[in-house]
């Protein structure tokens, strides 16, 4: 099943609602991505991929998007921060 976030569509499953900030769209999937959009326009501005375990509880967990950054959870309670306009 797609995710449509205005007439963008997407091949997996979004976990949590999108977060908005600095014309970013912040969307996590359930395969250990995020993504990072041009609000403007939909274009993948980043895409930031970790390796989930073969057995991981699904959740619905989002992402927080402040000063600047994007905070993420994952499993093994590994916390990343990411750039909001570019990850590299």
């Known amino acids: 099943m797609a995710n449509y976030y205005g007439s963008l569509s997407y091949p997996v499953k979004c976990l949590a609602r999108h977060k908005q900030k600095m014309a970013v769209v912040v969307i996590r999937t359930g395969d250990g991505k995020v993504f990072g959009l041009d609000a403007r326009d939909g274009k993948r501005k980043w895409v930031y991929q970790r390796a989930t375990p073969a057995l991981t509880v699904r959740s619905n967990v989002g ?3 402040t ?3 994007v905070f993420a959870g994952f499993a093994g309670g590994k916390l990343v921060a990411l750039n909001l306009t ?3």
């Open 67 to 69: 000063h600047g950054a």
């Open 63 to 65: 992402v927080l998007v």
């Open 86 to 88: 570019n990850v590299m």
